[in-house]
């Protein structure tokens, strides 16, 4: 069975997901692929599991790093499966790109190329954002895409954790969608003031 409950975060409403075994989902309120791995059966009560990815979220938002992953039973292929232990693996405040990711893929795999865009596709299906932190994945030249819960969003999750964002941009589409203008003749860097 799967128990699901709400959690108020400073970026929005967030819902949480738990089977028996562990976290099922993790998202912001009207992202991308929101609950799309939610089953109709399903019952919205607080377990233990919850409690504990709850806990996790209220370190985290209080701008600490947490000290344990609450367990996790994340349902996916099994190539989005080895993509999210290389998610897991990245350092708090830190990012890597979706051609490293893709170059570690091919290691595992024993093979001489791995593609950055099916990367990118599992990256983007991640139902357990935040914790499984594919807000620390960002484009080879430094550009925010790709965030299922918004660039706003992965900005404020990385600022939150104090990453070095000086390097990186929104890409001219990316803030065109953000602020609703018109075309932009440079890349809007995340130093700069809105």
Not at 27 to 47: D, V
Not at 134 to 150: D, F, I, K, Q
Request: proline letters at 5%; glycine letters at 10%; hydrophobic letters at 40%.
């Amino acid at each position: 069975m799967i128990y699901t409950s709400a959690y108020s975060s400073p970026l929005g409403s967030i819902l949480l997901a738990a089977d028996e075994i562990g976290l099922t989902g993790l998202w912001f309120e009207g992202q991308k692929y929101f609950a799309n791995t939610l089953p109709e059966e399903r019952i919205s009560k607080e377990t233990e599991l919850l409690t504990v990815a709850k806990n996790w979220l209220d370190i985290y938002f209080s701008g600490k790093e947490p000290t344990f992953t609450p367990p996790l039973h994340s349902a996916g292929s099994e190539f989005r499966q080895a993509v999210w232990r290389i998610l897991l693996e990245i350092p708090y405040g830190q990012t890597i790109t979706y051609g490293e990711i893709a170059r570690r893929m091919a290691e595992i795999k024993k093979v001489t190329h791995m593609s950055a865009q099916a990367v990118g596709g599992a990256v983007g299906h991640n139902a357990v954002s935040i914790i499984i932190p594919c807000h620390r994945v960002v484009g080879t030249n430094g550009s925010l895409t790709g965030y299922a819960g918004g660039i706003d969003k992965k900005i404020s999750l990385l600022k939150l954790e104090h990453a070095n964002i000086s390097h990186l941009f929104v890409p001219q589409r990316e803030l065109h969608l953000r602020q609703g203008t018109g075309t932009f003749c440079k890349r809007y860097y995340l130093d700069e003031p809105d």
